[in-house]
């Protein structure tokens, strides 16, 4: 079985440009979550959908971010424009259901550079 | 704010040794805490998670964490380490406030193993 899958693994992009990163959930998984974490900091949340519904979108650091997850199967998150701020490394995780004790299983990420 | 400490960003151990790594967290109820490593380019990986059955919780590669309500903390043990348990580890919760499945984690300790 697939694991969660997110491309591309690393893009460089200058301050002002626009990345779209893409996370493919494990198949069958209604939930899926994007994480960031910032060069030296802890990982923090972004969103989370429910197939295609945003249930929780509180981590979402401005209006610059635009996650979708049309058909709820993969999802993208748009960064427009890129800010120097916003380097770092993208996770995405899916899980079976959203209970709190549920397992999160997370893709390798994207690692953001902004020049 | 809820949070997780993890004490100490890097620590370095002798092959064989023990293996200590710290996780404390701020909660005025018991969470639901995880372990996850990260190997060189690769995802988070679960250890071990916490969901209030024993307090003394079994993970893959010989790790355990034993959850200590009183001191607030869910460190993680390895009796003897290996060269290949070098990796990045994160200490996680869920199920408090301010969303309910979002994991909320440590900022990371890096483990070295040297011969």
């Known amino acids: 079985e697939a694991g969660v899958t997110q491309f591309p693994s690393h893009s460089v992009i200058e301050k002002g440009q626009t990345v779209t990163l893409r996370c493919d959930p494990i198949s069958g998984h209604d939930n899926l979550y994007w994480y960031r974490r910032v060069m030296g900091k802890e990982i923090k949340f972004l969103l989370h959908f429910v197939k295609e519904s945003k249930q929780d979108e509180s981590g979402m650091p401005n209006n610059r971010f635009l996650a979708e997850r049309t058909g709820g199967t993969y999802s993208t998150l748009k960064v427009q424009p890129a800010e120097l701020e916003d380097s770092g490394v993208y996770f995405c995780a899916s899980s079976e259901q959203a209970l709190a004790k549920n397992i999160q299983y997370f893709g390798a990420g994207t690692r953001l550079s902004v020049l | 704010a809820q949070s997780v400490t993890q004490l100490g960003s890097h620590v370095s151990v002798s092959e064989g040794a023990l293996v200590l790594l710290r996780c404390n967290y701020s909660?005025?109820?018991?969470?639901?805490l995880f372990w996850y490593v990260q190997y060189p380019n690769q995802g988070l990986q679960l250890l071990l998670k916490y969901t209030s059955a024993a307090t003394l919780v079994k993970g893959i590669n010989g790790f355990e964490a034993e959850f200590k309500k009183s001191e607030t903390s869910f460190h993680l043990t390895k009796p003897s380490a290996h060269m290949s348990d070098a990796a990045e580890y994160f200490c996680a919760v869920s199920g408090i406030s301010g969303g309910y499945n979002k994991l909320i984690f440590g900022a990371g300790t890096r483990l070295a193993v040297h011969p």
């Open positions: 909660s005025s109820v018991p969470p639901y």
